[in-house]
């Protein structure tokens, strides 16, 4: 059977992996402290998983699980906040950066070989450097210990790949929504605050004038792109996973506006400092991989998908 170990899989984009790698029959582990994440997350498959609360900077821990020999490792922990990188910067790194060196030394030294070590790292480290669209090898430029540090971490990554001839890969996320995704904070996803709004029937605060444009992806696509990256033997260096296309954000409320049949509320302010005004991916690496996207449905079906989910949801509670 294949072995599979996430960590963060009670992350929002983690638990949407385990769920997958779950039904693909393999065997799964998961390690999150649920800082971030919840259990309840994986309350669909909490009893076929094997689960550990424990701390990726808990090294004693971190020895003991790696040495039971995976076919993938999935690197998702981290403290996914950039606000909480800015006011605790050295905390963040630790999980972040330190983290992600610790297991890859360990992996060096005990001579572990998985099939493929993926690492996540984000669009965040593009910055505001105005080149469209963002590809692979374009200038980055990290302006937060968030982005510095899941930099450091996707180039530590490749560097052990290169030297020590270990199989990694990394990957970069661009505007990820859907299920799972905790909207109860100003930092969540936009959509994710935008789905709660119409919910509730609550104004949404518009910062700027919502011409800013973003690449968004619904999550099932983001996991797919992760499995096929995982899973092809040729995947090398890092790839951009998004549609590759630019939605602005008046332009994805209308669309979200007519699927749920609802009139949003909009309160505008002035923009956030530091907010990116345009952002989209070039995707031709995963491309070449031979990996399909549908952006045009994917989206729109992601958004129907997703307000489904968010309805019952609601229902239920
Ligand atoms: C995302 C990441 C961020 C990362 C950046 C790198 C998330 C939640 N954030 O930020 O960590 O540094 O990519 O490119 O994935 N907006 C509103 N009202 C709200 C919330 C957001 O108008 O209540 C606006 C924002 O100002 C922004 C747009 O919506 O212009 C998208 O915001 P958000 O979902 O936070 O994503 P990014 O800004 O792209």
């Given at each position: 059977m294949i072995k599979v170990l996430v960590t963060g899989g009670a992350g929002f984009i983690g638990s949407n992996l385990v769920n997958e790698l779950i039904k693909k029959g393999y065997e799964v582990t998961v390690v999150d402290d649920l800082s971030m994440g919840s259990i309840s997350n994986l309350t669909e498959c909490i009893n076929k998983i094997k689960f550990y609360k424990k701390d990726v900077c808990d090294e004693k821990f971190m020895h003991y699980v790696l040495n039971k020999n995976y076919d993938y490792i999935y690197h998702l922990a981290a403290i996914s906040s950039v606000v909480a990188s800015v006011k605790r910067p050295y905390k963040t790194h630790k999980v972040n950066n330190e983290s992600v060196v610790k297991i890859l030394e360990y992996l060096r030294v005990k001579e572990l070989h998985p099939k493929k070590f993926l690492y996540t790292s984000s669009a965040a480290v593009y910055g505001n450097y105005p080149e469209l669209p963002k590809k692979e090898d374009g200038r980055v430029e990290p302006l937060t210990p968030y982005a510095v540090d899941k930099y450091a971490s996707e180039r530590m990554t490749?560097?052990?790949?290169?030297?020590?001839?270990?199989?990694?890969?990394?990957?970069?996320?661009?505007?990820?929504?859907?299920?799972?995704?905790?909207?109860?904070?100003?930092?969540?996803?936009?959509?994710?605050?935008?789905?709660?709004?119409?919910?509730?029937?609550?104004?949404?605060?518009?910062y700027g004038n919502g011409r800013q444009t973003r690449d968004f992806i619904y999550v099932k696509d983001i996991i797919k792109a992760l499995i096929f990256i995982a899973e092809h033997d040729k995947s090398k260096g890092v790839y951009n996973i998004g549609y590759g296309k630019k939605t602005s954000l008046l332009e994805i409320i209308q669309v979200y506006e007519n699927?749920?049949?609802?009139?949003?509320?909009?309160?505008?302010?002035?923009?956030?400092?530091?907010?990116?005004?345009?952002s989209f991916a070039d995707i031709s690496r995963l491309l070449q991989l031979g990996f399909t996207v549908d952006y045009k449905n994917g989206l729109k079906k992601g958004l129907e998908k997703y307000w489904r989910y968010s309805y019952a949801s609601k229902k239920k509670k």
């Open positions: 490749l560097v052990y790949g290169d030297l020590y001839n270990m199989s990694v890969v990394a990957v970069r996320f661009f505007n990820v929504f859907g299920p799972l995704q905790n909207p109860d904070s100003q930092y969540s996803g936009v959509l994710s605050i935008i789905t709660k709004c119409l919910l509730e029937d609550s104004e949404f605060t518009l699927i749920t049949g609802k009139k949003l509320k909009i309160n505008f302010e002035k923009s956030r400092p530091g907010d990116v005004y345009d």
